[in-house]
């Protein structure tokens, strides 16, 4: 059974850094297309980033944050840079093929 857990989120002024990592058991992500997703209050989840053959990212982020994995710990990170209060949000990540999420980690950015 595919387990995802995030970790690294927490409260940061805005134009801090946070890591974010999503460490899965029950799979090997060195071949899968896992997504990092978010979701602020009253609002619609929404993709943030994405590796799998390459990487994407949502227009609101590009420039700023960094996703990547270490397949040695089984591991994809999102480096977050330049935090704004906007990317304030329960950020998950996302198996794609296993349509797997993990129970989210929460980042505040205060003003």
């Known amino acids: 059974q595919v387990r995802l857990v995030e970790s690294g989120g927490g409260l940061v002024q805005a134009g801090g850094s946070l890591t974010l990592s999503c460490a899965a058991s029950?799979?090997?992500?060195?071949?899968?297309?896992i997504g990092w997703y978010r979701q602020a209050p009253g609002k619609q989840r929404e993709r943030v980033a994405i590796?799998?053959?390459?990487?994407t990212y949502a227009d609101s982020v590009k420039g700023r944050f960094t996703i990547s994995r270490d397949n040695a710990k089984n591991t994809v990170y999102l480096q977050m840079n330049s935090l704004k209060p906007e990317d304030t949000a329960v950020y998950y990540c996302?198996?794609?093929?296993?349509?797997?999420w993990g129970q989210g980690t929460q980042v505040t950015v205060s003003s």
């Open positions: 590796i799998g053959g390459g990487t």
């Open positions: 996302y198996d794609l093929a296993r349509n797997s």
């Open positions: 029950g799979t090997t992500f060195a071949m899968a297309t």
